[in-house]
């Protein structure tokens, strides 16, 4: 009698112990400090609430600026003037880390606190506004909610890089982007229907009044975690200067090389990626639960796909997989051309979510191999500098052609952009050299 009754409660004690092991990125955490698991769990519940509140941002906030009255120049424009905020917001989020090493600080108050309190102001937008003022006063907040965003990526990215062990980045962030997707999918769904349903202004507001409450949640967690000691101080010997700008990328070539790619990959990327969701509902006639549904499928596949394409860049070097998925997500938009109803893209976006999931996740450990560790704060903002300028152009380049010559255009152009950086990355960024940018020689 006295086993029947512990063993529920040791299943239920077990039961618990695997919540936390998952939560915490898997049962490897208990190898590392008590402090450390604590760290990697709030970060964890941080990534499952800010991808729930992004994933009803990034899937309908074209939607709701068009319910405004926007056209798709202006969403095009939206798209540009983002990136272009994003290289006025990086090099000072750089400084502002290395002069007060508040890394965590600087990420809550300029993403978590300011950035939401403007997704609070734009759903105050219909009840002030109308017409082209509505427009403009959404496209005005939103570049400012991405602005703030970027001011804190590199104390973010810096931050990141102490958080989770080197050895086990692989698999922490498979786990993390596993739950994330999982968030994101049950929200885009919902939101999808309800948006299919009513279609007017206040639905839209009631989806970002709960993304904002998601957002807050998130900033919560994150304000939890307690930051750790950098595991290389900042060089104060030698301070960022403008004009020093140059020489990071001459003493650095495998850096330079990963950033020209990076530049022609994502100019490539935004020549179309701003207006797959306007032509799934102007050109196929997809409703907002039609949006959302092939968001979902994107998100099912990333998410199923986390964890193997975790394991291969533990086992394999991130390189590699960027490799592989990147000579693969280049085909995509080529079949966007061929598609006549929007149900047709479950499958095109089944495939590209797997893919997504592994080049994202590779990608990102690469570049934090890439970078010197006492310098990350001042490398990532210039790579993110190089992504918003590639992006900027991409977005705006991609507005001309769509208003000239259509869709197919923008998605025939992204592909072969794509693949071309595919190749130039496979040809010019060398492993063997990482270990040398890494230490910070040349």
Known sequence: MHSMFRSPRALWARFIKQIAQFSAGGSWTDLVPSQTRKNLRWFWFDGLFSSASESIIVTYQSLFILALGATDAQIGLLSSISSLVAVLMLLPGALLTERLGKRKEIALVSGGIIGRAMIFLI???PIFLSGPAAVYAAITLTVSRDAMNNLGMPAWISLTADLVPLSWRGRYFGSRNFIMGIAGMIVTLVIGELLTRSGQLQSYQFAYTLALGLGIISTISFSRIKEPTPTHAVEQSSPFSFRAIPSYFIANPVFLAYCVTSAIWNFSLNISGPFFTVYQVKVLGATAIMVGI?????????????RPFGNMADRWGPRKLVVITGYLIPFLPFVWIFIQEAWQGIPVNLLGGALWAGYSLASFN??????????RARYSALYQIVVAISLSAGAAIGSVIVTKWGY???????????????????????????????????
């Open 294 to 306: 092939l968001s979902i499928t994107s998100q099912v596949s990333s998410l199923l796909a986390q």
């Open 123 to 125: 759903i105050l937008i």
């Open 408 to 442: 197919h255009a923008v998605f025939l152009l992204s592909g072969i952009g794509r693949m071309l950086g595919a190749i130039l990355f496979a040809r010019f960024v060398h492993p063997s050299e990482v270990k040398s940018v890494a230490n910070g020689t040349s």
């Open 366 to 375: 690469y570049l934090l191999t890439l970078i010197p560790e006492d310098q």
